[in-house]
C-alpha cells in the first residue's frame, strides 16, 4: 500500500498464510430518458428499472439507481409546486423503489434537467461527501434548458460524479455539442479537497440526451435510416455517430468510454407509437459514458464492468425511447486476516493524504544507538520531533487496524509512523467515524426533550452540522420533521485554551436540547440523523443514525377540582 518492497527477512518474520481479501463490488443501474415535458401518471416504471411485479420476487437488486430525465415540465406553478413537495416523476420513481428499501439520497434540478441518486438503506452510512452542480450552456450560459447537473459523493471511500447533460439539439450544432461539453467540464466545480472537477474523481458516469446525430444529412435521408435500422445495419450506422467520430478524434468525450449501441436509435419517434418522425433524422441521441481512474491507489486496480446498455421502446409517452445501463465497480477491498485472525488489509479507495518530507535530513539523524535492533534503528534515525508531531496530528484520525499495508510489516503504530515518515503516504477510511446516538426512553411532544450522541475521536464536524427528526423507514433525506444545528467546537474555538480544544478533539459524548414547538403525531416511530455539512449547497454526508423510538405527550395534571 505504502510502495515499500518487503525483503525476504522481513516476510520471514512476519508471514501471513491466508489472504481472505475480497473486492467488494457496487452495482450502479442508470436511467436516462427525455421525457418531452409529459407526467407520469398511467405508466409503470418497473421494467424500466428491471424490476418484477412484486418486490419479493426481485432478485440481485442494485446499490444504487441513478435517474437522469431532460426536459421535465417546468413551468412555473410546476416549479412551485416542487419548492414543497417532490415534482412528479421524482415521487413516481419513490413510489417504486420505497417498498425495496431504497432512499433517495439527493435530487439536483436545473429546469428541464433532473437527477436523482436512490440508493439502498444499508448503505446510507457509508456514503459521504454529497455535493451538487450545474452549469447552464442554453443561449451562451445565461438559460439552463441546456447544460448539465451533476452530483458527486464518496461511497465507501471511493468518489464518484454523476453527470446528467442536455446538450445543443439539431444535426449542424456539432460544434455547439463541443462547446457545451467543455463548457461543463471547465465549470464545474465541487468543494471536496482533490476532487474539485469532474475527472478528478474515481469514478465519472456521463449520460443524457447528448443530442449529437449522423454525419451525411446530404446523403443519407431519414428515409434511408430508418431501412438500415429495418435491416439490423446498425454496425455500419452506427460509424456515421457523432459522438463517436468526435471521441475517435479527441474533440470531446476522449477521456470516457462507451459500449457501443447494439439497439436502434432512440430518437426521434412519434409520440405515442414506435414509428420514427420522419421530419427528423433518426439519431442515438440518448447515451450513458463511463470513466474510471485505474491507477489512483498503489495497494489496487480501480476497475468498472458495463453489464448492460439497451433501450426500452415500449415507453412511448415521449419522443425519445429511455436508456439504461447498469454497472459493475469496486469499490473497496475488505481486510484480510492473517492465521491468528488478525485484519491486516486495506479499504481500496482509502482517501489519499500527502504528507510532506524532507528531502535531506541532519547528519545527527541517521547515527543509532549500539544495541539496537533494526527496526529500533530504523525507528531512532527519524526526528523525534517528526513521530510525535505525526502521533498527535494523526493518531486520532487513522484506523489502525484497516491501515496495515499488504505484504509489509507494520504490526504496531510506531512503524506505521516510520512508513509513512519514509514513504509519505497514508490512505484514511472516512466511513468508520460514525456518531452513535445513546438510546431515547421517553421523547414528550409539547416539551424540550434532550438528546446525548458519542461523537468519536478524529471526527471532522462541520460549520453547519445538523440533526434531523425522521419517520421510521423515511423515504428520503430530505423528509426531516424537524432539526436541531450542533454547536461545534470550531464556533468557539476562540474561547479555548489548547488543553480544552485536545479535549474536545477526543471521544466524547454531547447533550442537544430539541424545542418544545417540535410537534410530532403521536402514531408514528422515529428516528434522529446527523448530517455533516458545510452549509446551504455545501459537502453534506450522513454519519449517524438513531433506533427509533415512540413519542408520547404527558397526561396533564389533575385539577383542584378533579381531586376527590
Not at 452549509?535 to 454519519?543: I, N, Q
Request: proline fraction near 3%; aromatic fraction near 10%; hydrophobic fraction near 30%.
Amino acid at each position: 500500500m505504502f510502495g515499500r518492497k518487503s525483503s525476504k527477512r522481513r516476510r520471514k518474520s512476519y508471514p501471513v498464510k491466508q489472504d481472505h481479501r475480497t473486492h467488494n463490488a457496487c452495482r450502479i443501474y442508470i436511467v436516462t430518458w427525455n421525457v418531452s415535458t409529459k407526467f407520469p401518471e398511467s405508466i409503470s416504471l418497473n421494467k424500466l428499472l428491471g424490476l418484477e411485479t412484486r418486490p419479493e420476487q426481485d432478485t440481485h437488486l442494485p446499490d444504487f439507481f441513478v435517474i437522469g430525465l431532460q426536459e421535465v415540465n417546468a413551468q412555473p406553478q410546476n416549479t412551485l409546486y416542487n419548492l414543497f413537495k417532490d415534482d412528479q416523476w421524482t415521487q413516481k420513481f419513490k413510489e417504486v423503489l420505497k417498498e425495496r428499501d431504497y432512499v433517495v439520497i439527493k435530487t439536483e434540478q436545473m429546469q428541464g434537467l433532473l437527477l436523482s441518486v436512490f440508493a439502498r438503506r444499508k448503505h446510507l452510512l457509508h456514503l459521504r461527501q454529497v455535493e451538487t452542480e450545474y452549469t447552464r450552456t442554453g443561449l451562451g450560459g445565461i438559460w439552463g434548458n441546456k447544460g448539465a447537473v451533476s452530483i458527486r459523493l464518496n461511497v465507501y471511500g471511493s468518489s464518484i460524479c454523476l453527470v446528467n447533460a442536455h446538450l445543443a439539439a439539431h444535426d449542424h450544432m456539432l460544434e455547439e455539442r463541443i462547446n457545451d461539453y467543455e463548457r461543463i467540464v471547465q465549470e464545474q466545480k465541487f468543494h471536496v479537497k482533490a476532487k474539485e472537477t469532474i475527472f478528478d474523481h474515481d469514478y465519472v458516469f456521463w449520460f443524457g440526451d447528448l443530442n449529437f446525430r449522423l454525419t451525411g444529412e446530404a446523403t443519407t435521408s431519414a428515409d434511408e435510416i430508418r431501412a438500415m435500422v429495418a435491416r439490423d445495419e446498425l454496425k455500419q450506422l452506427i460509424e456515421k455517430d457523432q459522438l463517436l467520430l468526435v471521441r475517435r478524434e479527441g474533440r470531446a468525450f476522449s477521456q470516457l468510454q462507451e459500449r457501443l449501441p447494439q439497439f436502434p436509435p432512440t430518437f426521434k419517434f412519434e409520440h405515442g407509437s414506435n414509428e420514427y418522425d420522419m421530419k427528423r433524422r433518426p439519431a442515438w441521441t440518448d447515451r450513458i459514458l463511463y470513466a474510471v481512474n485505474e491507477n489512483n491507489y498503489r495497494n489496487v486496480r480501480l476497475t468498472v464492468e458495463q453489464t448492460s446498455y439497451k433501450s426500452h421502446p415500449s415507453y412511448n409517452i415521449s419522443d425519445h425511447k429511455p436508456v439504461t445501463s447498469e454497472f459493475t465497480l469496486k469499490c473497496s477491498i475488505e481486510t484480510s486476516r492473517d492465521e491468528n485472525g488478525n485484519l491486516y488489509g486495506t479499504t481500496a479507495s482509502r482517501k489519499l493524504k500527502t504528507i510532506r518530507r524532507k528531502k535531506r535530513r541532519p547528519a545527527a539523524l541517521h547515527s543509532a544507538k549500539m544495541g539496537d535492533t533494526p527496526r529500533e534503528a530504523r525507528v531512532n534515525r527519524k526526528s523525534q520531533y517528526n513521530v510525535e508531531h505525526f502521533r498527535n496530528q494523526h493518531n486520532n484520525r487513522l484506523s489502525y487496524k484497516l491501515a496495515m499495508a499488504n505484504n509489509t510489516d507494520v504490526h504496531s503504530f510506531d512503524d506505521l509512523v516510520t512508513d509513512l515518515l519514509d514513504y509519505g503516504q497514508v490512505y484514511e477510511d472516512t466511513t468508520e467515524r460514525t456518531i452513535s446516538f445513546k438510546p431515547i426512553e421517553l421523547w414528550l411532544v409539547g416539551e424540550p426533550n434532550t438528546i446525548e450522541y458519542v461523537i468519536p475521536n478524529g471526527f471532522d464536524e462541520g460549520n453547519a452540522d445538523w440533526i434531523g427528526i425522521y419517520r421510521e423507514n423515511f423515504t428520503s433525506l430530505s423528509e426531516y420533521l424537524a432539526y436541531e444545528y450542533t454547536e461545534t467546537y470550531k464556533d468557539k474555538q476562540h474561547q479555548l485554551n489548547e488543553q480544552q480544544l485536545q479535549h474536545l478533539q477526543n471521544t466524547r459524548t454531547v447533550t442537544l436540547t430539541f424545542s418544545e414547538n417540535v410537534s410530532l403525531p403521536l402514531d408514528s416511530r422515529y428516528q434522529l440523523l446527523y448530517f455533516q455539512s458545510t452549509g446551504t449547497r455545501g459537502v453534506t454526508g450522513l454519519v449517524g443514525i438513531s433506533s427509533s423510538f415512540a413519542v408520547e405527550k404527558r397526561c396533564p395534571s389533575p385539577s383542584f377540582d378533579e381531586i376527590d
